[in-house]
């Protein structure tokens, strides 16, 4: 049997009916930029993620590189950011020109809040928390610490479409909400799109102008040098639509999840934990595995498809050689990225795939 970490073909045929004759509709609609689509899309995920508002940017690495902009981050400023994360993370502050100051994950595979406050200078402007996985960071330490020492907080919510935090969806807890709907998002576009979510109206305006040429009255009085950061109407009309079986989507991620947790019986595979208090919607299911290499190959002998998210932590990586970092200065997340693993998984993976999965990986001897 062969099994692919995630495919995208089956997932779209799930509802493909709806997306097919949605995208006929917006091809035949003659209007294709910051139209009805956005503006409906922009209402629907501000209300899912219980946010004041939404504005559709063209990808998760703009509205990180927005928010930061927006909340002044700029030359000599920190923000605080795991160190195990996409390097999206990291861009979006230094695009800016701000320091990422890295604090390491904790069990969870997300930024230990613990460890924030050991990182606070003066300089310190804001701290990114970021969802990775598909779960929560701890919110309650993170706005504590941020409250106490008057720092903005941005949550990083590619991985996290759905999450909450007891109870309270993720996107709308901190100053703004970051979210990409690349393809393999739980929230995925048919290309490239993102978004930033807040309940500051200020905030939301700038963005806006922001995204579409610093224009703020018409389009071509220009306030301010912004950028072409728009998600069109075909992607915004895909996402409605997605949007509206977004739950089950990720129940059904969720389940495939809770047949790992119960099937994987190997002491050489640590599973995912989740924290207490997240609902994670399992964007991926990583597992820790100390023979990480061994067992990949082994799975590929298999027919298994598996990915590493992320092989090189963002300090070691040639382009932030800039930051004066070397191995050894960030040990968990230079572990972890030798270690962890992500299993296959994607909504119409069938329960048989998954057994066989489950079956190698209890096989494995290392
Ligand atoms: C995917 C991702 C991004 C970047 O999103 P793009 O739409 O690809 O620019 C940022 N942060 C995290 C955690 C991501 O997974």
Redesign the pocket.
Known sequence: MKVMQNDLKRQHDIYGEEYNRKAVEVLNSGWYILGNEVKEFEKEFAEYTESKYCVGVA???DA?QIAFRVLGVGKGDEVIVCSN??I??VMGITMNDGTPVFVEPDEYDNLDADKIEEKITDKTKAILA?H?YGQSCDMDKIMEVAKKHGLKVVE?C??SHGTTWKGRKNGSIGDIGCW???PT?NLGAFG?G?ALTTNNEAYAEEFRVIRNYGAKKTHYDNEIVGMNSRLDELQAGMLRVKLSHLNDLNKERQEIARRYDEGIKNPLIRPLQTRPGSNAVYHQYVIHCEKRDELMNFLKENDIGTIIHYPIPPHLQQAYRGLGLKEGDLPIAERYAKEVLSLPIFNGMTIEEQEYVIEKLNSFKG
């Open positions: 990808s998760g690495l990180l994360s996409y999206a993370c970021v990775l990083d590619a991985q990409s709907f690349y998002k490239d993102g």
